[in-house]
């Protein structure tokens, strides 16, 4: 691990443990469809053109990785994560490229193993993938699938994507498509196994699950304190040893921004994340959110890291020491959140964030 600790190559190794004075940052983002000056939303291709340009900047600037999740709804623009990953392969040059997540349980594992594979090799071996059942149902009505069915969808096709994954004939036989008796599916990937992490809500169950796959895990912790979840990184420790899985990495994902000051970056992004958090609490049954909640969620305890380049640092360094994390994903679009904002913060986490991490962590 000879890397710079907080922006690391991909040639650091995608999904090893990197030790108690490291962690790798990465950016997540979903696409978020903003708004044009006369209030409409803007269209999707200009939010995935401009998506393009972040996942540039975020490589010039030396972070680790750069995902997107699919979505299937107006207001998120990425819906085929693979064929952007593979756009954002032919522009950067070290960036690790992946999804978060993937909807395993709407999609044909064979075929998210096909496309990852054929981006890990556009791509020069940068592509890895994130699995998940997806906190978002607007895929199964799309697709064909029934919602009564969502944990088997999820549980056989993983099982049957991990068979794949081996690269090996695969002989697989569930209730949710027909059985495969011996078959390969191609293209292989060059001298490796695709980089295969699982998104996990929250669960003790999903944590085991991917325990037993030995694949390495990603907490979304988008509430709450990022230090609750603390026993489940530990179960999640002991489970792979059960298993007898050599360690693989454990990560985060938390929203968040970036700017000079903790006030500019709060009146900054505050009613982005207030109208993003409204609109999606209410087709799931939430109270209307306040700016006591935002501030409560921007202290050193909080789930939410925003402020100046130090104080995120210093939030980032805190989950470090109380998970014991690996890597840090910062989801840094919010809603209608503008462009340039979002390159700004992006920026300041490559030249700031991660060089007063580094300093922090060798303290």
Request: charged share 20%.
């Amino acid at each position: 691990m000879s890397e710079s600790p907080a922006a690391s190559s991909p040639q650091a190794g995608p999904t090893e443990p990197v030790g108690p004075s490291t962690i790798l940052l990465g950016l997540n983002t979903f696409g978020d469809v903003g708004t044009r000056p006369d209030g409409s939303m803007a269209p999707h291709a200009q939010v995935l053109r401009q998506l393009l340009e972040q996942a540039e900047l975020a490589d010039a600037v030396g972070l680790h990785a750069f995902a997107v999740g699919e979505h299937h709804r107006r207001d998120f623009a990425v819906s085929a994560p693979e064929v952007f990953l593979a756009a954002a392969a032919a522009r950067t040059k070290q960036i690790r490229l992946g999804s978060a997540v993937t909807v395993l349980s709407s999609d044909d594992p064979i075929r998210v193993f096909q496309r990852f594979s054929t981006l890990d090799a556009l791509s020069n071996g940068r592509a890895e993938v994130m699995l998940g059942r997806g906190s978002f149902i607007e895929s199964f009505p799309l697709f064909g699938f029934d919602l009564a069915d969502y944990e088997m969808l999820f549980e056989e096709k993983l099982e049957l994507f991990h068979k794949v994954r081996a690269q090996k004939p695969v002989h697989w036989e569930g209730r949710t498509r027909p059985a495969l008796n011996g078959l390969t599916v191609y293209p292989h990937l060059e001298g490796h196994l695709l980089p295969t992490w699982i998104g996990v809500g929250g669960t003790p169950e999903s944590v085991l699950r991917c325990a037993e796959y030995g694949y390495p895990i990603i907490f979304a912790i988008i509430g709450g304190q990022p230090r609750s979840f603390a026993p489940l990184a530990n179960l999640y420790r002991e489970a792979m040893a059960k298993y007898g899985h050599s360690m693989q990495q454990i990560a985060t994902h938390s929203p968040g921004h970036v700017a000079e000051t903790d006030e500019e970056a709060r009146e900054e992004y505050f009613p982005h994340w207030l109208e993003l958090r409204n609109r999606i609490g209410a087709e799931r049954g939430w109270g209307p959110a306040s700016r006591a909640e935002f501030d409560a969620m921007c202290m050193p305890e909080g789930a939410l890291y925003v402020g100046s380049p130090d104080t995120v640092a210093q939030k980032i360094v805190r989950l470090k020491h109380n998970l014991g994390v690996d890597r840090f994903d910062l989801k840094y679009s919010s809603g209608s959140l503008p462009h340039p904002a979002m390159m700004r913060s992006i920026e300041l986490l490559g030249t700031a964030v991660a060089p007063r991490v580094n300093e922090l962590l060798k303290e």
